[in-house]
């Protein structure tokens, strides 16, 4: 019993420590908070069932999607959205296929740093501009908080996940945006920005809104090349974890079946409204401290997630937090986002000197950013998939033949 005990707070603990993020994702996109840890629950289970429960991890909301869902709601409507993120759950199954049947060498060949670490700093830098607007207070044009409120709040909000981030040790590191949305509600409610009266009629219990999905293959289309870069990120995360447990899972259970595990979590998420699923580095960090690598642990995180999606009040809790407080998180996490691509290129010494390289960054930086859309009747490509597939066919089609090193065209 006492150790069932140990192992019921370790889980709440590796919710705790993905929890900001993992709500983050809904309140950046209009999409319902409760179905994000809904989402995240049911989808972990779902991941342990088809891995037989052998790797400890937690899956939590995917940034990757955040711009391209903020777009498909704004041209589809939430319903066609859904139906495009349960849509994006077969590219983990096609690259697990392809994993299965080709080995990592295909993978590496198809998708390399030079193409994956531009289309990373695209999926940071491309909203951007959204940031900076809910650090003002601003929003469809229009300033909702007062300007000099907002500044204060997203000040407050940024200065102390970086104060976190940086300075804070143990398990405090591990909640960085977690630490600045607390302290930035709190300064909000002294401030008068938070509305209180929806957290008092909320009720206790509530059953989360689904919403139908709707069938809309532009919308398909357009969500399941933006999951090519996630697909990477779980490898990535699968193969640190590797090295913190000592255990090789690309093996036992095998790549193919992580993959496929964090697809289906995917699929299930978009079937019910909740944004996109995947494997958490902050939860792996957790996993370094505590040194439980127990996966029964990340059963009772998933438990505890569903749980909290049918308490109506706390859910009130979080639809209330103030925009310019959501807007001073996402300055950092934008920008680090970028940075990770950034990283991606350098760690694997991208020689930015051949032209082919610099080609395939340039074009995906350019049209990533400058969102450049391919329209074709109702079918459009634009932002994180858009790029995905340029950087795929660059990469295939200029020759990788050494050539003589040459200086951009252009002087910085």
Known sequence: MFSQAKQF???????FVAFGALVLVPLLTGLNPAMALLGAGVGTLMFQLITKRQVPIFLGSSFAFIGPIIFAMQTWGQAATQFGLFFAGFMYFIIAGLIR???????????PPVVIGPVIMVIGLSVAVAAS???MGQGGGKQLVPYGVSLLLATISLATTIIVSVFAGGMLRLVPILSGVVAGYIAAVFLGVVDLS???????????HFVIPEVNWAAALFMLPVAIA??????????????VTGKDYTVNPGLHRTLGGDGMGVCFAGLIGGPPITTYAEVTGALMITRNFNPVIMTYAAILAVILAFFGKFNAILVSI?????????VLLFGTIASIGLKTLIDSKVDLMLPRNLVIVSVVLTCGIGGLMVQVGNFNL????LVSVLAIVLNLLLPNTPHEAVEPAVDL
């Open 382 to 385: 634009v932002g994180v998939g």
């Open 133 to 135: 607007g809910m650090a």
């Open 198 to 208: 929806g957290i008092a009629n909320a009720p206790w219990f509530a059953m989360p």
């Open 230 to 243: 996630p697909t990477i990120e779980h490898i990535g995360g699968v193969m640190a974890l590797g090295k």
């Open 322 to 330: 103030p925009m310019p407080v959501m807007g001073g998180i996402m």
């Open 101 to 111: 049947w080709r080995g990592m060498g295909f993978i590496h060949k198809l998708l």
């Open 9 to 15: 707070i370790s889980g709440a603990q590796i919710l």
